[in-house]
Each structure stands twice: as structure tokens, then as C-alpha cells.
């Protein structure tokens, strides 16, 4: 029998934190604020109302679980109240079976916020999920993945041996990042090979700038990696620069971009659009719509456009291509997308974790959903094996063949 102090104890415990879940579902249940909406009011849902008018919750479990943990538990000194709990939310999010809505610990969060600043320690690789599978969106450019020979499409089948067809992707995150010079493994199958492959990567600091420029003879042509808490930034110097130089040509390069912040694909479609041009609609659960729309005077209306995607163009990088089809602005070349349809709101939350939960759907300006198929492109181009070996962009020139 447990000494009557340690059963004080963990009733004081349990009754601790049940006034901590109470006073949280208050706050939880006054609101919950879609992010990214720019300009506009952001809708409200009541979060508690919703679940209790559609089933009564019976705590009863938790709590007979939480008492078999902290009284029979073999390690039960290496349990802390904070790291259970932790569980019990990533287990509440898991439960969902969304993909992309997930928990992130506090550390696991403080590496996707830095991706978004544009410095981070890792590997340089996108996750996403197709056909619940654990799948590389991209590889950032000049990263250790890129440099391996990662590439968009890979199934990530093991990290470090371990199994990860019930992984969510912050699982799978916090097992792929680490700090710089520490070693990770990765087993990945790849379409058109029979066998697995196996790549140890050595993770690195990456700083990635999101938006680079270089011209071809009278073409200038501008790469963005990802949009990021920078990325405006820069494309605002890059459009800078195409203004001076007087160049009607150019060509958006989106390959292996594999997304980030709406805000900054409306910023930077809304630069080949009149003002006030509807950019990309959101859909609620219940079915209601809002058209998020550009608030600026696109500098580079008039410019003959070439977007380049394929199958690491997601997200984001999707609501520019697939706006800038519908509008018919520019011609679109390359490879079907990766197909991500879906908005996430991001709460940080009070210890340092990281809420991401999918909201809403998105549809391009003309109403098609693009989730898990992805936008078409108006000239289809692989860019096959034998092409990287011999440094061969076909895509690339067919852009510019184009635009000749």
C-alpha cells in the first residue's frame, strides 16, 4: 500500500491539474483565430461548444490511466507530470488523423520556427503525407539531402530504423532534426527502384535565402526556395532590380519549393495581378467562403511570365502557380504538383509547444481544390534521371524557348 503522504500527494497532483484543464478549456473555448488571413477579420470558433453539444466527454480513463502510471509504473521516478501531459496532447491531436495537424514540443517547435526564419539545424527536407505515407516534399537547396541525392517524391520508410508508417510528420521531424554534425539515417523508397535506399546524412546549420536572381541574356529569372518570414523582403529587392533593368521577361522557378506562409504567396501573386484581384478562397468546415485578395498594385503586370513547378511545388508555391493559371498571367511548365490543398492555423502555445491544425481548405480563384492532385501543368516536361547526371535543364529551356 502507497504511504498516506505520497496518496496526498498525487491527489493534490490530480487535483492540481484538473483546475489547470479547466482554466484552459475556458480559454480554449473562448476562441480559436485562424492566422495568415492579412487584412481581414479573423473568424472565431467556439471550440468547447462544438465538442460537448456533440458528445458528453467521460474524463474517468485519463484519470484511471494517470493513477496506473504514477503508482505501478516500473520507472515511475523517471515520470514528470509536464512530459505526460505532453503526451496526452500529442495523443489528443494525434486522434484526429489528420496529417497535418500536430503537436510540437517545445523543442520541436523552436526548429520549425527557426526553418521559417530562415536559419535552422538539420537536414534540409520537407515532409508531407500521400496516401498516409511519410513523403519528402523537397529538399532545400545545397542541404545534405540535396547534396545526397534526396529528391521530391522519396518515401521515408525508416529513420534510424525506426518504422515510420504511423509516424506523424512531427514525429518524424523531431527525429530528423538535431543539431549540426550529428548523424541521422534514412531508408527511402524511390519510384522505378526495386531495392530501398539508404542515405546517412550529417545535419548542418542551413541558412536559407528564399528568393534568388540571375538573368539569361535578356530573361531574368527569379527561384524561390520557400516562403518564409523573409521572403517578402527579398522579393521585394528582386522586383527592384527586374524594374531598373527594364526586362519584359521572366521566369518564376517554384520546382522544390514546398511552401510556408499564405500571407507571402498572396504578396507575391498579387504582383502580376490588378489590385483587389482575388488570390486564393478559403472554406471553412461548414462550407462558407472568403476571397483573400491582393491589397497591392502588381509592379510586374505586363511582364511575360514562365512558372516552373513539379512535384516538390506545394502549398503555397501552389496558390501562386494556380492563381496565375486561372488568371492567365503566365504559362505554366514543368511537372503535376505535390497537391496540398489544406490551410493550417500555428498557436505557440504557453510552454513553448507548438499547435498546427488544419482549418480550412483552399481553392484557387477559379473554385478548384488542387488537395492530393495537384495543378497541371500547361506544357508537361519531366526532367528525368539522365538529365541531373548530365546537368541538363529541360524544363529550363523550354521556359525560355517560350518566352522567345
Same mark, same amino acid.
Request: hydrophobic residues 35%; proline residues 3%; without cysteine.
Given at each position: 500500500?502507497?504511504?498516506?503522504?505520497?496518496?496526498?500527494?498525487?491527489?493534490?497532483?490530480?487535483?492540481?491539474?484538473?483546475?489547470?484543464?479547466?482554466?484552459?478549456?475556458?480559454?480554449?473555448?473562448?476562441?480559436?483565430?485562424?492566422?495568415?488571413?492579412?487584412?481581414?477579420?479573423?473568424?472565431?470558433?467556439?471550440?468547447?461548444?462544438?465538442?460537448?453539444?456533440?458528445?458528453?466527454?467521460?474524463?474517468?480513463?485519463?484519470?484511471?490511466?494517470?493513477?496506473?502510471?504514477?503508482?505501478?509504473?516500473?520507472?515511475?521516478?523517471?515520470?514528470?507530470?509536464?512530459?505526460?501531459?505532453?503526451?496526452?496532447?500529442?495523443?489528443?491531436?494525434?486522434?484526429?488523423?489528420?496529417?497535418?495537424?500536430?503537436?510540437?514540443?517545445?523543442?520541436?517547435?523552436?526548429?520549425?520556427?527557426?526553418?521559417?526564419?530562415?536559419?535552422?539545424?538539420?537536414?534540409?527536407?520537407?515532409?508531407?503525407?500521400?496516401?498516409?505515407?511519410?513523403?519528402?516534399?523537397?529538399?532545400?537547396?545545397?542541404?545534405? $539531402?540535396?547534396?545526397?541525392?534526396?529528391?521530391?517524391?522519396?518515401?521515408?520508410?525508416?529513420?534510424?530504423?525506426?518504422?515510420?508508417?504511423?509516424?506523424?510528420?512531427?514525429?518524424?521531424?523531431?527525429?530528423?532534426?538535431?543539431?549540426?554534425?550529428?548523424?541521422?539515417?534514412?531508408?527511402?523508397?524511390?519510384?522505378?527502384?526495386?531495392?530501398?535506399?539508404?542515405?546517412?546524412?550529417? @545535419?548542418?546549420?542551413?541558412?536559407?535565402?528564399?528568393?534568388?536572381?540571375?538573368?539569361?541574356?535578356?530573361?531574368?529569372?527569379?527561384?524561390?526556395?520557400?516562403?518564409?518570414?523573409?521572403?517578402? $523582403?527579398?522579393?521585394?529587392?528582386?522586383?527592384?532590380?527586374?524594374?531598373?533593368?527594364?526586362?519584359?521577361?521572366?521566369?518564376?522557378?517554384?520546382?522544390?519549393?514546398?511552401?510556408?506562409?499564405?500571407?507571402?504567396?498572396?504578396?507575391? $501573386?498579387?504582383?502580376?495581378?490588378?489590385?483587389?484581384?482575388?488570390?486564393?478562397?478559403?472554406?471553412?468546415?461548414?462550407?462558407?467562403?472568403?476571397?483573400?485578395?491582393?491589397?497591392?498594385?502588381?509592379?510586374?503586370?505586363?511582364?511575360?511570365?514562365?512558372?516552373?513547378?513539379?512535384?516538390?511545388?506545394?502549398?503555397?508555391?501552389?496558390?501562386?502557380?494556380?492563381?496565375?493559371?486561372?488568371?492567365?498571367?503566365?504559362?505554366?511548365?514543368?511537372?503535376?504538383?505535390?497537391?496540398?490543398?489544406?490551410?493550417?492555423?500555428?498557436?505557440?502555445?504557453?510552454?513553448?509547444?507548438?499547435?498546427?491544425?488544419?482549418?480550412?481548405?483552399?481553392?484557387?480563384?477559379?473554385?478548384?481544390?488542387?488537395?492530393?492532385?495537384?495543378?497541371?501543368?500547361?506544357?508537361?516536361?519531366?526532367?528525368?534521371?539522365?538529365?541531373?547526371?548530365?546537368? @541538363?535543364?529541360?524544363?529550363?529551356?523550354?521556359?525560355?524557348?517560350?518566352?522567345?
Amino acid at each position: 500500500m502507497e504511504p498516506k503522504q505520497n496518496y496526498f500527494n498525487q491527489n493534490f497532483t490530480k487535483f492540481i491539474l484538473a483546475i489547470f484543464l479547466f482554466v484552459l478549456g475556458i480559454w480554449v473555448g473562448r476562441s480559436v483565430e485562424l492566422p495568415f488571413l492579412p487584412g481581414n477579420e479573423q473568424p472565431k470558433y467556439n471550440v468547447l461548444s462544438k465538442l460537448y453539444s456533440k458528445d458528453e466527454v467521460d474524463f474517468s480513463t485519463f484519470w484511471e490511466v494517470w493513477d496506473k502510471l504514477n503508482t505501478t509504473f516500473l520507472n515511475k521516478s523517471d515520470l514528470s507530470g509536464q512530459k505526460l501531459v505532453q503526451g496526452a496532447i500529442s495523443g489528443l491531436v494525434e486522434a484526429a488523423g489528420d496529417p497535418y495537424t500536430s503537436y510540437y514540443d517545445p523543442e520541436s517547435n523552436k526548429t520549425f520556427t527557426n526553418e521559417l526564419s530562415g536559419v535552422f539545424e538539420g537536414v534540409g527536407i520537407e515532409l508531407g503525407v500521400k496516401e498516409s505515407k511519410l513523403v519528402v516534399v523537397a529538399p532545400l537547396d545545397s542541404s545534405p $539531402a540535396s547534396k545526397a541525392g534526396i529528391k521530391a517524391g522519396d518515401q521515408i520508410v525508416l529513420i534510424d530504423d525506426k518504422d515510420t508508417s504511423k509516424f506523424t510528420i512531427a514525429d518524424a521531424v523531431k527525429l530528423i532534426r538535431g543539431k549540426a554534425g550529428t548523424k541521422v539515417k534514412l531508408s527511402i523508397v524511390r519510384e522505378g527502384k526495386t531495392e530501398p535506399l539508404d542515405f546517412e546524412l550529417t @545535419r548542418d546549420k542551413i541558412t536559407i535565402k528564399t528568393v534568388k536572381e540571375e538573368t539569361k541574356g535578356d530573361t531574368k529569372v527569379v527561384s524561390i526556395s520557400r516562403f518564409g518570414d523573409n521572403t517578402n $523582403a527579398e522579393w521585394d529587392s528582386v522586383v527592384n532590380n527586374i524594374k531598373v533593368s527594364g526586362s519584359q521577361k521572366l521566369i518564376l522557378d517554384l520546382r522544390n519549393d514546398p511552401g510556408g506562409r499564405l500571407d507571402s504567396a498572396i504578396y507575391v $501573386a498579387g504582383e502580376f495581378l490588378p489590385q483587389n484581384s482575388v488570390v486564393v478562397i478559403q472554406e471553412d468546415y461548414n462550407g462558407k467562403q472568403e476571397k483573400l485578395t491582393s491589397n497591392r498594385t502588381g509592379r510586374l503586370i505586363g511582364v511575360n511570365v514562365v512558372v516552373l513547378i513539379n512535384e516538390g511545388s506545394a502549398s503555397a508555391s501552389e496558390i501562386v502557380a494556380g492563381a496565375l493559371q486561372d488568371y492567365k498571367k503566365a504559362t505554366i511548365v514543368g511537372q503535376k504538383s505535390f497537391g496540398k490543398g489544406v490551410v493550417q492555423s500555428v498557436t505557440d502555445l504557453k510552454d513553448g509547444g507548438g499547435l498546427h491544425i488544419t482549418v480550412a481548405k483552399w481553392l484557387t480563384p477559379n473554385g478548384n481544390w488542387i488537395h492530393e492532385k495537384g495543378i497541371k501543368p500547361d506544357t508537361e516536361i519531366k526532367l528525368t534521371e539522365d538529365d541531373i547526371s548530365a546537368e @541538363r535543364d529541360p524544363q529550363m529551356d523550354k521556359a525560355m524557348e517560350i518566352l522567345k
